[in-house]
């Protein structure tokens, strides 16, 4: 049985995760009593009822204290089934920004009337156990819902051969670096087509952004450069037993540069038997 842990700040995303899993076949159940876990590890081993990819949703809602949270993950470990951990987060101010967005309250703030700002200080601290054992940690803080669920289900979709998810991320450095890339490579040195008018609006998955990127000498050799690079170290990260490898590739804004070359190096990798997804954070948002 396929066995996972979804947890995570309130407001980072858990609910959205559940329906991208349940939609590629997990048996999803959200709010899980942290007594209860043991027995619904036992329901979903027994003969008719047995499930091939199962994922529980545990978070502060059922887990009140540090305490709970590692009487837990014993419990777990105790039935001696292998079982790994999705960990969703973001940043204070975006889960303060949509608790206020969406006119909620966090369920710390609810049952022990605490200020937002220490609810989730609070909720951090009692969650740190599962975050410190999760195989795949998830920051949404600037991710939009399809590209978390996009995330989501390029984690659990087959990979083929290779043990380690490969993802490779565009980027903007105006707005910020991923919080979870590994590997940040920056591409701002090359000829930059934002400055030439009809290619300002287009992005770099139009054709005459890609040609205008890679025609200069130097993209043509940063590229090579870059290949070689993760053609040397992405073996290594698989020998070191690396879940999950997140390379980001900035420009300025994360529409031109960065695009182009983060699809370029996605096919790169598939040419040598890797199955990256891609996304382009920054891809929509206005210059």
């Not at 601290?125 to 669920?149: F, G, N």
């Not at 910020?176 to 940040?184: C, T, Y």
């Not at 087509?193 to 300002?200: H, I, Q, S, T, W």
Request: charged content about 25%; hydrophobic content about 40%; glycine content about 6%.
């Amino acid at each position: 049985m396929n066995f996972w842990v979804v947890t995570g700040l309130s407001g980072a995303g858990k609910s959205m995760a559940v329906n991208a899993l349940e939609d590629i076949g997990f048996f999803c159940i959200d709010n899980i009593p942290a007594g209860l876990v043991p027995r619904i590890v036992d329901f979903a081993l027994q003969g008719e009822n047995q499930l091939g990819r199962v994922a529980v949703v545990m978070d502060i809602r059922g887990l009140r204290s540090v305490e709970q949270v590692e009487q837990a993950l014993a419990a777990l470990d105790e039935k001696q089934m292998e079982y790994d951990i999705l960990f969703l987060d973001a940043s204070d101010a975006v889960i303060r920004r949509r608790y206020k967005e969406t006119r909620r309250v966090h369920p710390m703030a609810m049952n022990d009337k605490l200020p937002i700002d220490e609810a989730i200080r609070r909720e951090r601290e009692i969650l740190q156990p599962l975050r410190d054992r999760a195989k795949y940690m998830i920051d949404t803080s600037q991710l939009s819902v399809a590209q978390t669920r996009e995330r989501i289900c390029g984690l659990f979709l087959d990979r083929g051969q290779c043990a380690m998810s490969l993802n490779i991320v565009s980027f903007g450095f105006k707005y910020g670096l991923p919080p979870e890339a590994d590997i940040v490579l920056d591409v701002r040195c090359l000829p930059n087509p934002f400055y030439v008018p009809e290619l300002k609006p287009l992005t770099g998955m139009d054709q005459p952004v890609v040609d205008y990127v890679m025609a200069a000498p130097e993209s043509q050799e940063l590229l090579r450069r870059y290949e070689s690079m993760l053609e040397y170290s992405l073996p290594l990260y698989v020998k070191e037993g690396k879940s999950q490898l997140v390379v980001a590739v900035g420009c300025t804004g994360g529409k031109h540069r960065s695009i182009t070359f983060a699809r370029k190096l996605a096919d790169y990798c598939r040419s040598l038997g890797y199955t990256p997804s891609v996304l382009h954070r920054d891809a929509k948002r206005t210059m």
